[in-house]
C-alpha cells in the first residue's frame, strides 16, 4: 500500500461514481422527453396545418402557455429526480472522500510506527447534508432548469414563425434546446460530486493537522491546461481547492517529517 497507489484507487472510484450519477440522469431525462415530447409534436403539427401562422396564433387560447406549462411539469419533476440523483451521490462521494483519505493518510506511518488518525466524517457530511437543503446552491441550480427550459422554447418558436421553419426543423430546434437542460444537469452532477469528494478530503486534512502539514494538487489525466499546470504544487493547508465546473482533481495529503511528529508526541527513536 502506498500514497501514490491508494489515491489512483481514490480516483478511480469517484470517477466512477461520478460516471453513475449521470447514467442515472440520463435515464430519467429519458423518461422526461418520453412525457413531453408527445405534446410538442402535436403542437407542430397543429401549427403546420393551420393557415396564416403567425405570433397571434401561437398567443390565442394560451396556445403556448399550455406547451410551456406541460414542459415546466417535466421539467419540474426532472428537477426533483435530478436533486436525489445528485444528492445521494454527493453523499456517496463524501463518505468515499473519508474513507480513501484515511488509507492515505495510514500510507505515510512508517511501517514500525503505530497512528491512530482522527475521521472527519461528521463534518463533512454536515456540510453535505447543509447542500441538498432546498434552499442551497445545487437546489437553486438544478431549480433553474424549469424557467431556462420555459424561455429557450418561447424563444425557438417565435423565432421559427418569423423565419418560417417548418415542424420537423422546428421540433429538431426544439429537442436541441431542450438536452440543454441535460447537458446542465450533468455538469451540476459531476462537479458537486467532486465537490463532496474534495470537501472530505480537505476536513480530514484539517482533523489531522498535528501530521498533514498541507496538501497536493493531483490532476486528472486529459486535464485542462490550468489545472495541468497545478498537478503537483503543494498547498497550505487552510486552502481551499478552487477549481471549474466538471473538474475531476483531487489531492494527496503533505505529511510533516515523522521525526517531528514523533518528537512532538514524545516518541523518540528509541521507542520506535
Avoid at 421539467?75 to 435530478?82: E, K, L
Avoid at 427550459?149 to 436541441?176: E, F, N, S
Avoid at 498535528?210 to 487552510?238: F, K, N, Q, Y
Wanted: charge should be neutral.
Amino acid at each position: 500500500m502506498s500514497l501514490a497507489s491508494e489515491s489512483a484507487r481514490g480516483k478511480r472510484q469517484i470517477v466512477e461514481r461520478s460516471a453513475q450519477a449521470e447514467r442515472e440522469l440520463r435515464e430519467a431525462w429519458r423518461h422526461t422527453l418520453a412525457r413531453i415530447n408527445p405534446d410538442i409534436a402535436r403542437f407542430l403539427t397543429k401549427m403546420a396545418s393551420a393557415p396564416g401562422i403567425n405570433l397571434t396564433y401561437l398567443l390565442d387560447r394560451g396556445r403556448l402557455a399550455k406547451l410551456q406549462a406541460t414542459v415546466g411539469q417535466g421539467m419540474q419533476g426532472f428537477a426533483a429526480h435530478a436533486a436525489v440523483i445528485v444528492g445521494q451521490s454527493q453523499r456517496d462521494a463524501a463518505n468515499l472522500g473519508d474513507a480513501i483519505t484515511q488509507i492515505q493518510l495510514a500510507a505515510t506511518v512508517p511501517d514500525n510506527v503505530a497512528w491512530n488518525f482522527l475521521p472527519a466524517r461528521h463534518a463533512a457530511l454536515s456540510q453535505i447534508e447543509h447542500a441538498l437543503t432546498s434552499d442551497s446552491r445545487v437546489a437553486r441550480l438544478l431549480q433553474s432548469l424549469d424557467p431556462q427550459a420555459q424561455a429557450r422554447l418561447r424563444r425557438l418558436l417565435t423565432q421559427a414563425i418569423l423565419d418560417g421553419q417548418g415542424p420537423r426543423q422546428t421540433a429538431a430546434a426544439i429537442q436541441q434546446a431542450l438536452d440543454m437542460s441535460l447537458s446542465r444537469a450533468l455538469t451540476i452532477a459531476r462537479t458537486e460530486t467532486l465537490v463532496a469528494y474534495r470537501g472530505a478530503q480537505l476536513a480530514n486534512f484539517r482533523a489531522n493537522s498535528d501530521v498533514v502539514s498541507g496538501w497536493i494538487w493531483m490532476a486528472t489525466a486529459g486535464a485542462c491546461p490550468d489545472c495541468a499546470d497545478e498537478d503537483g504544487t503543494e498547498h497550505a493547508l487552510g486552502d481551499d481547492m478552487e477549481t471549474h465546473p466538471n473538474c475531476r482533481c483531487t489531492c494527496v495529503p503533505q505529511t510533516r517529517s515523522w521525526s517531528d511528529i514523533l518528537g512532538a508526541a514524545g516518541i523518540g527513536g528509541d521507542d520506535m
